[in-house]
């Protein structure tokens, strides 16, 4: 038994290894595998081969798209020339004029710069639209003064709201049933035109501007008239108003757009 005592306490001195220190720090653990990545691709979220530091990897915008650009208030569209009238001193510049904007546009002054074929500036043609609605399309015929033999090739069209020195609160006419009366005789160079126009002012008008294109069967502008009628227009009562087109064939005519507004 004596035998037995002293070996156990052997073991229990040698056999287990000296206690540890208290002032050894532990081992630190092995680090754990990498987890997977998103979506499952080795790739995923790592800029692409080739990609420099800091740039944006292929597919990602690396600026804001640029704000979109808002429409004009109005747009001038100019379709063609018409010429020959006044001894071959005044040329119309002709086409449509329309409120882009929500509300009435009470003054427009367009104006649309005349070149030649190589856009030297050769002059400019003008004309004033009155009171025109929302989304409303007039005529244009803006009118281009100039010597004998110049003829203009380009355009460049312009526009300016509220120019100064026209009055700003002139009542508003609205056009009707606008006709093209065309002469019997398909060969003639003139012919009339016929609008029915009502005065939406409180006051009567004494003199009414007109401005009109005349649309081909192809719908395209073969002919111009410009017109101021010195007729009393009361208010708000419809009156049928004629008017002259000269220097477009009756043949080519097949209606008419008509613009009219007070006399300025």
């Known amino acids: 038994m004596g035998l037995i005592a002293g070996g156990v306490g052997i073991y229990l001195l040698h056999g287990r290894g000296p206690p540890p ?3 050894t720090p532990p081992a630190s653990k092995a680090p754990a595998a990498a987890s997977k990545v998103a979506n499952g691709s080795p790739t995923a979220g790592a800029p692409a081969p080739g990609t420099p530091p800091g740039a944006a990897a292929p597919g990602e915008k690396d600026a804001a798209p640029p704000a979109p650009v808002p429409d004009e208030a109005v747009t001038v569209k100019v379709e063609r020339f018409r010429g020959g009238f006044k001894d071959e001193t005044i040329t119309y510049v002709v086409g449509r004029v329309k409120n882009n904007t929500n509300g009435l546009l ?3 002054k367009v104006s649309v710069i005349v070149g030649d074929q190589d ?5 400019e043609a003008t004309q004033i639209i009155l009171n025109l609605p929302a989304g409303a399309t007039a005529p244009l015929v803006a009118e ?3 010597a004998e033999g ?3 090739r380009r355009w460049l069209p312009n526009y300016q709201l509220n120019p100064m020195g026209v009055t700003q609160d002139l009542p508003p006419v609205v056009c009707e049933d606008a006709v093209a009366i065309r002469d019997p005789n398909n060969a003639s160079m003139t ?3 016929k609008v029915r126009v009502t005065n939406q002012g409180a006051l009567a008008l004494p003199q009414v501007q007109f401005y009109a294109i005349i649309i081909s069967p192809e719908g395209k502008i073969v002919g111009v008239a410009k017109a101021t009628v010195d007729q009393q227009l009361p208010p708000k009562k419809a009156v049928d108003v004629t008017f002259p087109w000269v220097n477009c064939s009756a043949h080519l005519v ?3 757009e008509v613009w009219a507004q007070a006399g300025l």
Do not use: A, C, M
């Open 119 to 123: 856009s030297k500036e050769l002059g």
């Open 21 to 23: 220190d208290p002032t």
């Open 106 to 108: 009470k003054v427009i």
């Open 191 to 193: 012919g009339k035109i």
């Open 150 to 152: 110049v003829i203009g």
């Open 254 to 256: 097949q209606s008419v």
């Open 144 to 146: 281009w003064q100039h």
